[in-house]
């Protein structure tokens, strides 16, 4: 199944696509990659997807990437005695480690970590952000605050703190459960909340120990201010701008994904724009058209994928989502426009063998009449750089790895392809001119751009390209080798 795009599209699943029919039906709609919200659902409902999804892949013959997407500490405020109160702007209000229950002037914060944090002058958020309060005094029990923007609190509400970087591990301990059970099921990616620094994204990696990549989810002002470091750590990133949004002034959000976009596309490492883009499909069958704009904008930026939750995870629609924002993809794919950002974006960066190789095989293929580039890639390093690139012809990433060609499915513009282990380098064209050919790329009379690495099977070490043609007899007579 060939898509008509090249940015992906991850869909989240939920109670309204939790079966066979509808997982399938999301995947020929478009979905590339299928997120599981590990914030909601059991195990055995995690599960269940798993094996669905997994189904839905062989029966298909299309590698699908499967995201796991753990929940991070919530931090939460605690009950009220008559279950919400209004709090007007201007008055006081305390928060305290004391487990009464609240009323109009005070409820506990039942998390001393971030007692330990505040200052004076320091922000607290409670409810997304619609209640806002400044810490006047404060100690490692107590917080006095001033309401700035008031409104109705109520039991077990979210508390966001932005002002300052909280000694919170961005793993929990329902978080390590939840890895040990995801890394067990399978997953091909593992994506980190609460994500304030390199070292949270290094004790992730620790613990899934090389079973699934790491995409590090970009919530908070902390983590902006980090950015090239947690980048430099992570496999992918995440740009989560409802969280996001909460913290920063909204207005903020737009140019800071546009930079993270852009720097993830640089160092050859996918990224995902998320949160709240078809949010009017939960309860309707066609979008707004400042939604749709928003799609385009990130497909415009050269974003790997663009992802659905509640959209396609609890709405009504989940199958039209998809297909919507697939719709948006072909058709900003297409605009002349598109390819004049893309390409005035491109980084210069050539600064390896590999960089030079995938470079040059961009110039060749879009210089002459080339139908693909093919790569073999095991471990998916040369396939992230050709995509860099973003080349105005299809990518074929060629592997005998099944877990790399997963893995590989959220990536831009990327059509992966198992193949058997290769020894020589005339067999890796071979494989390539008959991918090609069988997944409607190429014809036997058409020419295709191989790159691999020889000593094959070693990750890292493309250093070869050729221009060979489709036509297995061609090949031979023109490489006695």
């Not at 189904?55 to 009950?79: F, M």
């Not at 959220?410 to 494989?431: D, I, P, Q, Y």
């Amino acid at each position: 199944m060939r898509r008509l795009r090249n940015v992906k599209i991850v869909a989240t699943l939920g109670p309204a696509s939790s079966d066979y029919d509808t997982i399938r039906a999301l995947f020929e709609a478009g979905a590339d990659v299928f997120r599981l919200n590990m914030s909601h659902g059991d195990h055995a409902d995690i599960r269940a997807r798993h094996e669905i999804i997994r189904k839905v892949e062989r029966d298909t013959g299309r590698p699908i990437a499967i995201l796991a997407d753990l929940q991070g500490p919530k931090l939460r405020v605690g009950v009220f005695k008559n279950g919400e109160e209004e709090l007007a702007e201007g008055q006081k209000f305390r928060l305290d480690l004391d487990k009464a229950e609240g009323d109009n002037t005070r409820v506990c914060l039942p998390h001393h970590e971030i007692f330990d944090a505040l200052e004076p002058g320091a922000t607290l958020l409670v409810n997304d952000g619609k209640i806002r309060l400044k810490v006047d005094e404060c100690g490692r029990d107590f917080a006095n605050c001033t309401v700035i923007a008031g409104g109705t609190i109520s039991n077990r509400k979210g508390v966001n703190v932005p002002d300052v970087v909280l000694p919170l591990a961005a793993l929990s301990d329902k978080d390590r459960k939840d890895l040990e059970f995801a890394c067990q099921l399978g997953v091909d990616w593992l994506a980190l909340s609460f994500v304030q620094r390199a070292a949270d994204v290094e004790e992730g990696r620790a613990l899934v120990a090389g079973r699934a990549a790491i995409m590090s989810k970009i919530e908070k002002p902390a983590a902006i201010k980090s950015f090239d470091s947690i980048l430099a750590a992570s496999d992918g990133i995440m740009v989560a701008r409802g969280d996001l949004g909460v913290e920063l002034p909204v207005q903020n959000v737009p140019p800071l994904q546009k930079r993270m976009v852009r720097a993830c596309r640089a160092a050859a490492k996918p990224v995902i724009v998320a949160t709240q883009m078809l949010e009017s499909m939960i309860d309707s069958p066609m979008p707004t058209r400042a939604e749709v704009s928003d799609v385009a904008t990130a497909i415009y930026e050269g974003a790997d994928a663009v992802m659905l939750s509640a959209e396609s995870a609890a709405g009504n629609y989940p199958v039209e989502a998809v297909t919507t924002m697939s719709n948006v993809a072909v058709e900003v794919e297409s605009d002349s426009i598109y390819r004049e950002v893309i390409e005035a974006s491109r980084a210069g960066r050539k600064e390896t063998i590999a960089d030079a190789i995938v470079s040059a095989a961009r110039e060749i293929a879009e210089t002459t009449d080339i139908k693909a580039i093919c790569c073999f890639s095991e471990s998916g390093t040369t396939a992230l750089l050709t995509a860099r690139e973003r080349p105005r012809v299809p990518i074929v990433a060629l592997t005998s790895r099944v877990g790399t060609a997963r893995r590989l499915a959220l990536s831009w513009g990327m059509h992966c392809v198992m193949t058997g282990e290769v020894e020589r380098f005339k067999m890796a064209v071979v494989n390539a001119a008959r991918a090609a050919r069988t997944e409607g790329f190429a014809t036997e009379k058409d020419f295709i751009v191989v790159t691999a690495g020889i000593p094959f099977n070693q990750p890292g070490s493309t250093n070869i390209l050729r221009v060979a043609p489709c036509e297995e007899r061609l090949i031979f007579s023109t490489d006695p080798e």
